[in-house]
């Protein structure tokens, strides 16, 4: 099965495999740096993302399905990063 872009659905569940394998690590990596996760439009995490993105050559991220990921990652502890303290400080 394929999403609206043409790349595969996730494994046991409807994400596109973008989101899985991209957003939900670079949303616990973004958090782990000790900043927000937080959706606004041109905001940082969506230029971290979309630099992402650009760097791998795909598409640009979605507005609407990167706010949609956010707030489902918020609300679901398994998507986080578990542990104590962060990976990396950022200064």
Do not use: N
Request: hydrophobic share 40%; proline share 8%.
């Amino acid at each position: 099965m394929l999403d609206g872009k043409g790349y595969p659905v996730g494994l046991l569940t409807r994400k596109s495999v973008e989101r899985h394998l991209l957003w939900d690590p670079l949303m616990g990596v973004w958090a782990a740096a000790g900043r927000r996760v937080a959706y606004s439009s041109g905001g940082p995490l969506e230029r971290f993302i979309s630099a992402v993105h650009f760097a791998c050559r795909l598409p640009a991220p979605s507005g609407p399905s990167l706010r949609q990921a956010v707030a489902e990652w918020r609300h679901t502890p398994s998507l986080q990063l578990r542990g104590e303290g962060r990976i990396f400080r950022v200064r």
